[in-house]
């Protein structure tokens, strides 16, 4: 009842006195690598200027230079009074668990990560999801049969989407060979270019000819070296079918931006709520992306494929594996 | 495993992406080279690497043309020596602290400016093909290219862009002036013995100021080689510790030119097997920890400075600062 | 380090020659700060608002400066023998395991019986990470800048090895320890304040901000009060000298740096017993460079080092306010300043000398010896 009156009031004064529409003030905390990694991080910042631009509110960010920062921004937002906070990666969890106990009037929001108090609202994708389904297409648009996965740091999160990416090459092509490679095993394998492109080199030289990263800033490297050498990438997290038009097959796209302009929208709309949401294909958290730069590339044999793979997710009668829950993948 | 051609299809794409690894370690090893033979000790070569491929990447995306990214990353790269030279010449002041400061400059200078002007994250805009170095592809030789030997001139020889060719063209260069002719005679003389020189009348100041200028030139082409060659643009702190590497490089090539293509050589493969082996099982090994991989090279380099395994001494007057007696 | 170029007052030495390459220094920021479009003097309002200007303020200023001090004496310990320890910051790293270990093996005991061995471990891991450069300075002549540095990447291999292979969670998204057990960690000073009214807010102050002031006390005794201090200034500034006096320079090589990598190791306490309560991949941040310009603009004087310390205390402190205010100076400026110091208040120190003295000469007419 009192969140009605609230949220009434919230629009009593938004149209009482447009300049200060906001009631919140949300903020966003970006992970390493920053808000424009192409990728991630810039996926979260398309969606805070889409609530920007569609209701005026503005909202304050940040970029984390090192990891001792994280705590101290979250707190900075928190007694500036900014709420929503949202932090983006499943690095700040530890972080937002801390802050989030200080300041429990006030609402945060975790991407990527399940942290369980009360005024937290998780956000995880089921990037297994996603992942099959451009693993179809690349097990079609691959001539030699073979393709590469070069993941960021080697943590369960990016092994999911490794998990996943096999079993939909594997229901195209159960013979198909899939190299995986992951960077590094610490912060610094997101943001590695050289690196990246390296493994996708030495994949690429091993025969594959459709290489898929979920690597962040290094992921960057690996589209660039499948381009270079006449192969096809395929991006992840935000659309990045334009880094390389005709040289990037598709991109599974992660919607992060849905989930932080939902994330803005609820808490100004007071349909706040706390709790974990995962997202799914059926959600519209993940996908894959066609558009004018690889529409050349997606035959109308691969379109019908994954969108026959893609309703069977929908339905259940697609199970794909979450690495995650057993921490083994079956393909 | 037996098989030849199968060792062939395993090894040639690590040796050739070794190749491509150590390039920036030979341009900047080279850089030290030039510097401490004439008594300059130089430990700021990561941090004018580091700003030459900013301004390589920046002046790249400004000029449309990789370049005009190359002059920008050698003219950048030359005034930080010109800074250094200033302070370890005529200031005579601490050669160390002067590199030290050196790679701090340009650790923070590179994505204060990077974040300014471009907004990405210290990045600077990705470049097009047209403003990179791309690889030249040599053809096939007439070879098949999946034989054995086809396989070697593919993965291994073809393919490298110019920079690379320019990297491995400096190491005899820079032997022949070096050691043949008597420029490069007075120059490693000014690094051990500077009173000599001077007493034969020839400018002690002059003869390191020109080797400082040809080590910022180097460096240049290393950071040049990492932004608009191996990469289509720079990113943040891009050399990640290669200057240093290059320095141990220096340490075991014993400060000559053939050994330190041999040292970098080195450390590229051991740099792109550690690469290639990330969180992959070796048959028989099981999953070798790359860090030993990475560790090798310092591990190395302080193992050859101990001095069990042959001695490394450096040029007798490098780091000490040169006053003219009375 | 380097012998001045002519006598001078002390006055003049320790304080009017380093105050002049400090305000070049700044100086320079400033230009910096004004190409990127800011103010700089709004900057330096912010920054002073944000260390100082409140209560929590403070208190993260002076976290900052906790773990600036012991770097800053490591590395000046190391400059009065004539040494440059480069490797602080792998020296810390180590320390940083040491402390892991001693809390995670005493888990759940309380603070102040762990504390002593917890530091004891510090001192202990950045010693001994110190001791095989200095050992080969000493005995087989090997540069112990080359040594350091490369001592310095090994320790981050190892760290991250132990923490993915080793010490690390299973199952954990990032490569660090547990957590500590409350009553293990060090107690915030705030904890302590609060009941006299000071509200110190959020900022991870900690004991370890005496033993800092204590260690900067038995730098000063060690170095001006004791035969091995003298010995230790005699091969800093002579070591054929110090051989004819009848004193061991690669003992007192070897002694010098151990203390050093001790007293870099400390630091690991202030951050992982006191702040992270847990051991994280790269938790020194460049600590044991930033001790590098420390020591080099407290002349390698413990006072000086404190004072210097303090400063780049605030600049950390107000450079995150800063980056908070105005986005496009972000933490990298710092990053500039000290790059400067160093250079102006280090590889430059001279620049001003000349000058100086000359003026100094003719006010006092007596002036500098030649």
Partial sequence: ?331 | ?326 | MSAPHRDLPPLVDYVVVPLANLTVAFLISGLVVLAIGENPLEAVAIMLRGALGYAEGVGFTLYYTTGFVFTGLSVAVAFHAGLFNIGAEGQATLGGLGVALVCLAFDGAPWWLVAPFAMAAAALFGAAWAFVPAWLQARRGSHIVITTIMFNYLAATLMVWLLVEVLGQPGSMSPETKTFEPATRLPFLRDFLTPWGIDLGQSPVNPMVFIAALAAVFVWLLVWRTKFGFELRTVGQNPVAAVYAGVDPGAVVVAAMLISGGLAGLMAVNEVMGVQHRLLLEFVAGAGFVGIAVALMGRSHPFGVVLSAALFGILYQGGAELAFEKPAISRDMIVVIQALVILFAGALEHMFRPALGRIFARVETTGGGA
């Fill in chain 1, 1 to 331: 009842m009192r969140k009605t009156i609230f949220g009434l009031a919230v629009l009593a004064v938004t149209i009482a006195a447009p300049v200060r529409a906001a009631d919140i003030q949300p903020a966003i905390l970006y992970d390493l690598g920053g808000k424009f990694d192409k990728s991630f991080n810039e996926a979260a910042y398309v969606g805070a200027e889409k609530f920007k631009k569609e209701t005026g509110v503005d909202y304050r960010d940040f970029e984390i230079q090192n990891d001792a920062q994280r705590e101290q921004a979250l707190r900075n937002f928190a007694r500036r009074g900014n709420s929503p906070i949202v932090a983006i990666g499943f690095t700040q969890a530890s972080s937002v668990e801390k802050v989030a106990k200080e300041f429990p009037d006030l609402k945060f929001a975790i991407v990527d990560m399940v942290v369980d108090l009360p005024n937290v609202r998780s956000i995880v994708f089921k990037e297994q999801e996603g992942s099959y389904l451009v693993g179809v297409l690349a097990a079609m648009a691959s001539k030699s049969k073979k393709v590469g996965f070069v993941g960021g740091m080697d943590i369960p999160l990016i092994r999911k989407f490794a998990c996943g990416y096999v079993g939909g090459v594997k229901a195209v092509d159960a013979k198909a060979e899939v190299f995986q490679n992951m960077t590094g095993t610490t912060g610094a394998a997101w943001n590695d270019p050289v690196k990246g492109g390296e493994l996708a080199k030495s994949q690429i030289d091993r025969g594959a000819d459709v290489v898929y990263h979920a690597a962040g800033g290094t992921g960057l490297g690996v589209l660039q070296a499948a381009a270079d050498a006449g192969k096809l990438g395929i991006g992840v997290d935000s659309n990045q079918n334009h880094l390389h038009p005709g040289k990037v097959l598709t991109s599974m796209t992660k919607r992060v931006d849905v989930a932080i302009y939902d994330a803005f929208k609820d808490a100004k709309d007071g349909k706040w709520t706390a709790g974990v949401r995962v997202l799914g294909l059926k959600e519209g958290g993940v996908g894959w992306a066609l558009d004018d730069h690889n529409k050349g590339l997606i035959t109308a044999e691969m379109k019908s494929a994954v969108d026959k793979a893609e309703k069977g997710i929908v339905d259940g009668s697609i199970k794909v594996h979450d690495y995650m829950a057993d921490k083994t993948c079956p393909y």
């Fill in chain 2, 1 to 326: 495993m037996s098989d030849p051609a199968m060792i062939v299809d395993l090894l040639a794409p690590v040796v050739g992406s070794g190749i491509r690894l150590s390039v920036p370690l030979l341009f900047a090893c080279l850089a030290g080279l030039w510097s401490e033979r004439s008594g300059v000790v130089d430990i700021g070569l990561e941090g004018k690497m580091l700003a030459a491929a900013f301004a390589a990447g920046a002046g790249a995306a400004a000029f449309h043309s990789p370049w005009a990214g190359l002059v920008a990353g050698i003219v950048v790269s030359v005034a930080l020596a010109l800074v250094h030279g200033f302070a370890a010449i005529n200031q005579r002041g601490n050669q160390i602290v002067s590199g030290v400061a050196i790679n701090f400059l340009a650790a923070g200078l590179t994505v204060l400016l990077g974040q300014v002007w471009y907004g990405q994250g210290g990045r600077t805009p990705q470049l097009a093909n047209s403003e990179r170095f791309l690889g030249l592809d040599l053809g096939s030789l007439g070879l098949d290219p999946s034989s054995a030997l086809g396989r070697i001139w593919s993965d291994v020889i073809s393919g490298h862009n110019a920079l690379t060719w320019c990297a491995f063209l400096a190491v005899p260069i820079t032997w022949v002036v070096l050691w043949r002719t008597r420029f490069g005679l007075r120059l490693r003389a000014v690094g051990d013995n500077p009173h000599a020189v001077d007493t034969a009348g020839v400018s002690v100041a002059g003869l390191r100021y020109r080797a400082v200028i040809v080590c910022g030139i180097l460096c240049g082409f290393a950071g040049a080689y990492l932004a608009v060659a191996q990469s289509a643009g720079f990113v943040r702190d891009m050399t990640a510790g290669k200057g240093f590497i290059a320095l141990a490089a220096l340490v075991f090539s014993k400060w000559k030119p053939l050994n330190a293509l041999g040292a970098c050589l080195l450390f590229g493969m051991l740099d792109a097997v550690a690469i290639r082996l990330q969180g992959t099982p070796l048959p028989g090994l099981g999953t070798v920890p790359v860090q030993v991989f990475q560790a090798l090279p310092y591990a190395l380099t302080v193992v050859l400075l101990a001095g069990f395994i042959g001695r490394s001494i450096p040029p007798k007057a490098s780091g000490i600062p040169y006053t003219k007696d009375r």
